[in-house]
Structure formats: structure tokens, C-alpha cells
């Protein structure tokens, strides 16, 4: 059913989807080590348990969540803990990270899990804490804590329970073969996740390349009522909520509004299975399904793989690389990051590897801005993304704003379509980032204005105490005076 | 004639003593609104780093012109704009904000004096008599008053580190 409400811009990329789509999911065989970072969701750092030497079990708890809004770490296998410290980070800067990393012993033995009852005799707030100590986070991408999002969903009334699986970017096949190969698992998670929210429908939402993906979900929610598989149109940023959520429902998230707030909660493909695994069997979220392809890969497929395995070893279980890759990429070519080297960990959010030729890259210069507002027709949120541009050029951060950044999802479409060959993202993301940097430092600025009061509150006080103790050691002394002959 | 000489010089006090009152009621606090506007704007640490003696100091020199308005470290970027939009220039202008510094000490050499413990304007440092002290990197402001107090030379100031918390894309470079 499509309506006229749908989604404004987008574009039409080529998809690269055949080679690896048309393959079966591959277990990848055990890594020698696996480095697991302490923050691979968003949110404050895990906290680690464990110490040097020790030895871990598979799905043994290493690191405990470090605030409301953070996810625990476990072991993805079993061995010896042989160093917590930074390494590389699966991240453009390169800079690195806290991680544990884990000699593997290659027994890869479990731990005795918890195994839980069933599910749905449960209580809904009992079911979000299981999913929140399996460490589960948003794996399209997004790796925001999921059980944060149950909890905070159960707390406004939800009346559909959105499965994504529009998986727009290209390349990138893992939703599409895991709704091939596991969907039974999938309406089972939906379902759980259904009675965790008191949602009344699901709505697994599925674009219209992927026709076995849907066929294979239609049969698994057949015997179950209020389910439904929607099929949207092919169109790139279909999988971003809040344009599924417009595309589905026909209702538009306000600017700044979350998704709850029209009574809709999203959840992706690769979630919905990670918390079905949890809830079922007391899995924590320990592996993944990625997608390993690009033009230097030799043979493109989905690898389930542990948690922490190097990015190289992937690319090995998929046959190496036939090229030296223009661009390594962890996640699509239009929202993913590019990664300092194949050494770093695979991390809880990482959807897809990528190898790109040069010809798959764009390499164009940048020329000055015609304003043909081809970026305006393409932006999916109805912004003015050659203004923003223009603004964060001379750093008018509060301009930019006005013209739209807050609500800009980085999505790339402008830049995209955009025949100047302007990097709009890349102005994009300094003018984010620098506004952070600017509220940090008037964050600190404050921190220090509290710590010099308190320090001369503190002073005062010694002061004043001082003076005090004289005093009494002065009346002391004279009143001994005078009590003596 | 002593009429209109008395008229005018009971005009004379009567005026007088109502300028002299209007004067005293209507009086504006400290010299300009202005200067205590910006120190309330400025981190307040008294640290000296801008070159004055501590923070309202610097605020007089701003609001004079006798400063710049990324004179002050700690401050960063966000006072600059700050100061930028109060005192109606360009923040570009000023160039590049100065880049936070912040002081570690090296252990191997501490004695324990707590000779820094006591110079930080912010408690900063921790320690005790006879213990190795050391910075807490979040509440130190690069004032670098420890390093002078330090009779071991043993503190050291350094670009704040770059960290995956605070790295961020740059601004793409030509056209
Ligand atoms: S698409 Fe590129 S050239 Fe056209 S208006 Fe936007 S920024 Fe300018
Ligand atoms: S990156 Fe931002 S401005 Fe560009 S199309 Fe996407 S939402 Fe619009
Ligand atoms: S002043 Fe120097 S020697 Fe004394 S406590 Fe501080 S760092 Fe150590």
C-alpha cells in the first residue's frame, strides 16, 4: 500500500546488491584473538570486569555497562584476557580505543547460559532488562543501546512495532539474507518485542528489491495475526526511521521529535534476531552477520562472524583481496566510515566491509556551487543543504543551523546528486563536530567557574577556622591567666 | 534685585541638591555594565595566562580593546564567539583560538611538596605531604600556575590530547 504522503527526495544509487545477495550466509572460522572495545554503542564506556590473564568463557560478561545509557561487553569466545588497553579503533581518525583483547584457546566453550522461560509469560519490564544485559544495540548502524529504546518506548504508548528491513544502502545484503534465511526467528523477535511494548501491529517494512526476502517473511508471519510485510519503494534513505516511519505510516516525526512520540518504534532486521536470540536462548549479543564485499573482494558474501575478529580475517574468509582497495569501508559507500586498516576489530554495529576499486569511488574535484538546488530536490528532510554548506564554510555555525544542520541526518544524498562534486557531508560533519567542541568548552568553562568557587568557599572556611582556633586559644590563655595566683 | 537674587540662588541648591541625589540614586555599579558582563563570561580561574592579572583585569582590557579577544585559553572557542557578539567583532578576525593546554606531572621526579597542590586555582591537583601528586586532566585548565610552583620542574603543560570523544572531521580543504 503506498501513499502519497511518502517520503520527498532520496536517490536512486546503484545497488552492487547481486554478488553477495545471491550467496548463503558463511560461518567465518575462529580468529586467533578478538578485540572487543569497551564502547562499541553509544554511550558511556563499558566497564571491565576482567583482568590480564584471566581466562574468559564464550558469552562470559567482561564489561559491565557503565551508565543508564551504555551496553555490557562479552566474551565472543573462549581463552585468555591478554591485554585491556587501547588499540587501533575501527574509526576514521585512527585514533585509538580502550578494548579487551582475548587469545582465543579454539575450543570456543560456553558458559552455562541463563536459559530463560518462556518469553512470553514474562513480565515486559523483566524481558527489556534480559535484552539490556545481553548488551544488545541498534546493529543497522545506529548501535544505540536497543534496550534503552524498549524502556523508553514502554513508557509511551506504541502502536506499531516498525521492523526494518528497507536496507537501502548499497552493497550491503546482511538484512536481506538473515529475512531469507531466518525468518522465523525474526517475527519471533517482532512478536516478543510486540508484548514487550503492548504494541497492537507489526509492520515489517522490506523495499522492493528484495522480492525473496519477502516472500520468506510472508510465510513466517502467516500464522500469527497482526503482522504485516509492507514493500516500499526502492529509494535510498528508505531505512532511515524517521522516513520508514513517514513512508508506513504516513505521519511525519516533527523536527527534534522522536519516533515515539507518534506511537511508532523502530527496530532493524539484525536487532529483532539479536533480541530473539537473547530472550529465547540468554545470548548475548556475541557475533554478526556482515556483508564483505566491493570491487577488491574476490568472492562478495554475508560472513557470520565473533564479535572482535579483524576486519582482515573477514576478507580472508571471503577469499582476500584481488587489489589494493582505493577505500576500505566499514559500513555502505553513503553513510559509512572509512577505516585506518584491516587490523581493526568488527564491532557490534558494523553492517558491512567494504573494498572499494578506484572506479567505485567517486574521486571528482570540487568545483564552486552552480546553485542548480539539485541537493535541495534530493535532501529526504526538505533542507537547504548548498546554504548549510555555504554557512559551515565560514564557520556560521548558528546559520547553518538555521538552514537546516540540526535536522540533517548525514545521509549523503545531497552530495550524492550534487555535480560540483562539493564533499557537503564532509562540511557537514566539521560543523557538527565543531559545535560539540564549542559546547564542551563552555561545558569545562562551567566546571571551572564551580571548582574555583568551591576552592574559595574552602579557603574562606580555613580561614575563618583559623582565626576562630586563635581566638579560643587566646581566651584560653587568658583565662589561665587569670585563674592563676 | 534681592529678590531675584535669592530666586536664583534657592533655584541653584534646589537643583543642585536634586543632582546630587539623582546622582547618588541612579548611580551605575562598579564603572561599566560591560566589563562585569564579560567576567562573568570568563572561566575565572585568575589564572594570568592572557597576559593580566586575573580575570576582571582582562575583562577592563577586552572592553577597552587593549586585548584580544582569543586571549584567554581556557576559554576556548565558545568564549570567543562569546565575546565576539558582546563586543560586535568579527570572531574570525581573531584568528585562530589558542589552543587548551593542560599540565601532567612526572611522577618519577615528584617529591610530594604539594607546593602545586596548593597553586591551583582549581584543586586540580591531588596529593598529599610525602605522596606522588597528579592532575585530574578534566578540571585542569592549563594555567600552568603548578609548573611555576614546582620546585623539581617536574610539571610539564601539553596540547589537551585528542581523543576519540573530541576528534572531529575538519573542514574540507579548497575551492
Ligand atoms: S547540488 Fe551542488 S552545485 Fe547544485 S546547488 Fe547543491 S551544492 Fe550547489
Ligand atoms: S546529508 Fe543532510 S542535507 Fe544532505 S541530503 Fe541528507 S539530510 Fe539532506
Ligand atoms: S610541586 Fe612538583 S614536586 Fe611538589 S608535589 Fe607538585 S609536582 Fe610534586
Known amino acids: 500500500m503506498l501513499k502519497w504522503s511518502g517520503v520527498k527526495g532520496g536517490v536512486h544509487p546503484d545497488t552492487h546488491k547481486d554478488r553477495s545477495a545471491a550467496l548463503k550466509i558463511v560461518q567465518a572460522s575462529l580468529p586467533d584473538c578478538v578485540i572487543l572495545p569497551l564502547r562499541q554503542h553509544a554511550g558511556a564506556d563499558a566497564i571491565p570486569l576482567v583482568k590480564p590473564g584471566d581466562s574468559v568463557l564464550k558469552g562470559q560478561l567482561i564489561a559491565a555497562a557503565g551508565t543508564e545509557v551504555s551496553a555490557p561487553v562479552h566474551a565472543s569466545t573462549s581463552g585468555r584476557v591478554r591485554k585491556i588497553g587501547p588499540v587501533q579503533a575501527p574509526h576514521p581518525s585512527g585514533l585509538a580505543a580502550d578494548a579487551i583483547v582475548i587469545e582465543s584457546d579454539g575450543d570456543d566453550r560456553w558458559i552455562d547460559l541463563d536459559m530463560p522461560d518462556d518469553p512470553f509469560s514474562q513480565a515486559p519490564m523483566e524481558l527489556a532488562e534480559r535484552v539490556a544485559r545481553a548488551g544488545i544495540v541498534g546493529m543497522g548502524g545506529a548501535i544505540f543501546p536497543a534496550a534503552v529504546k524498549l524502556k523508553q518506548g514502554a513508557r509511551h504508548e506504541i502502536k506499531t512495532v516498525l521492523v526494518n528491513g528497507s536496507e537501502c544502502e548499497p552493497y550491503l545484503t546482511t538484512d536481506d539474507r538473515l529475512m531469507r534465511e531466518r525468518a522465523e526467528q525474526i517475527v519471533d523477535g517482532a512478536r516478543l518485542i510486540q508484548h514487550i511494548l503492548r504494541a497492537y501491529r507489526i509492520v515489517i517494512a522490506i523495499e522492493d528489491n528484495k522480492s525473496e526476502a519477502i516472500a520468506a517473511m510472508r510465510a513466517a508471519a502467516e500464522p500469527f495475526g497482526a503482522i504485516e510485510v509492507e514493500v516500499t519503494p526502492t529509494l535510498y534513505p528508505m531505512g532511515s526511521a524517521k522516513q520508514l516511519i513517514q513512508e508506513i505510516t504516513g505521519h511525519e516525526v516533527p523536527a527534534e521529535g522522536r519516533s515515539t512520540s507518534v506511537g511508532v518504534l523502530v527496530h532493524n532486521v539484525g536487532t529483532v534476531y539479536a533480541i530473539q536470540q537473547a530472550l529465547r536462548f540468554g545470548r548475548p549479543l556475541i557475533s554478526r552477520v556482515v556483508t564483505v564485499a566491493g570491487g577488491c573482494i574476490k568472492s562478495p558474501r554475508n560472513v557470520e562472524t565473533v564479535i572482535g575478529a579483524p576486519v582482515q580475517h573477514l576478507i580472508d574468509a571471503c577469499g582476500g583481496l584481488t587489489d589494493e582497495p582505493a577505500q576500505l569501508l566499514l559500513g555502505g559507500p553513503m553513510m559509512g566510515v572509512t577505516l585506518p586498516s584491516t587490523q581493526v576489530p568488527v564491532i557490534k554495529g558494523a553492517t558491512g566491509v567494504l573494498a572499494l576499486q578506484r572506479r567505485e569511488v567517486s574521486r571528482a574535484t570540487e568545483s564552486p556551487c552552480i546553485r542548480c538546488a539539485r541537493c535541495v530536490q534530493a535532501c529526504p528532510m526538505g533542507l537547504l543543504p548548498l546554504e548549510m554548506a555555504r554557512r559551515a564554510k565560514v564557520d556560521d555555525l548558528d546559520g547553518a543551523d538555521a538552514a537546516g544542520l540540526k535536522d540533517c541526518i548525514l545521509c549523503g544524498s545531497c552530495a550524492y546528486v550534487c555535480p560540483s562534486h562539493i564533499p557537503l557531508v564532509q562540511y557537514f560533519q566539521y560543523a557538527m563536530g565543531e559545535q560539540d567542541a564549542r559546547k564542551n568548552a563552555a561545558r569545562k568553562n562551567d566546571y571551572t567557574r564551580m571548582l574555583m568557587d568551591a576552592r574559595n568557599a574552602r579557603l574562606e572556611k580555613e580561614v575563618a577556622a583559623k582565626a576562630a582556633a586563635k581566638a579560643a586559644k587566646k581566651s584560653r590563655a587568658s583565662s589561665t591567666s587569670e585563674s592563676a595566683p | ?175
Not at chain 2, 140 to 152: D, L, R
Request: charged share 10%; with cysteine; glycine share 10%.
Open chain 2, 1 to 175: 534685585m534681592l529678590m531675584a537674587t535669592l530666586m536664583l540662588g534657592g533655584l541653584g541648591i534646589a537643583l543642585g541638591l536634586l543632582l546630587g541625589v539623582a546622582a547618588r540614586v541612579f548611580a551605575v555599579e562598579g564603572e561599566n555594565p560591560l566589563v562585569k558582563q564579560i567576567e562573568s563570561l570568563m572561566p575565572g580561574s585568575q589564572c594570568g595566562q592572557c597576559g593580566f592579572p586575573g580575570c576582571s583585569a582582562a575583562a577592563t582590557a577586552l572592553v577597552e580593546g587593549e586585548a584580544a579577544i582569543n586571549c584567554c585559553p581556557p576559554g576556548g572557542r565558545a568564549l570567543v564567539e562569546q565575546l565576539a557578539t558582546l563586543l560586535g567583532v568579527s570572531a574570525d578576525s581573531a584568528g585562530a583560538a589558542p589552543v587548551p593546554m593542560v599540565a601532567s606531572i612526572n611522577e618519577a621526579e615528584c617529591t610530594g611538596c604539594t607546593r602545586c597542590y596548593r597553586a591551583c586555582p582549581t584543586d586540580a591537583v591531588v596529593g598529599a605531604n610525602g605522596q606522588i601528586h597528579v592532575i585530574l586532566q578534566a578540571a585542569c585548565t592549563g594555567c600552568a600556575k603548578c609548573a611555576e610552583a614546582c620546585p623539581e620542574n617536574c610539571v610539564s603543560l601539553h596540547p589537551e590530547p585528542i581523543t576519540l570523544d573530541t576528534w572531529h572531521w575538519s573542514k574540507p580543504q579548497a575551492a
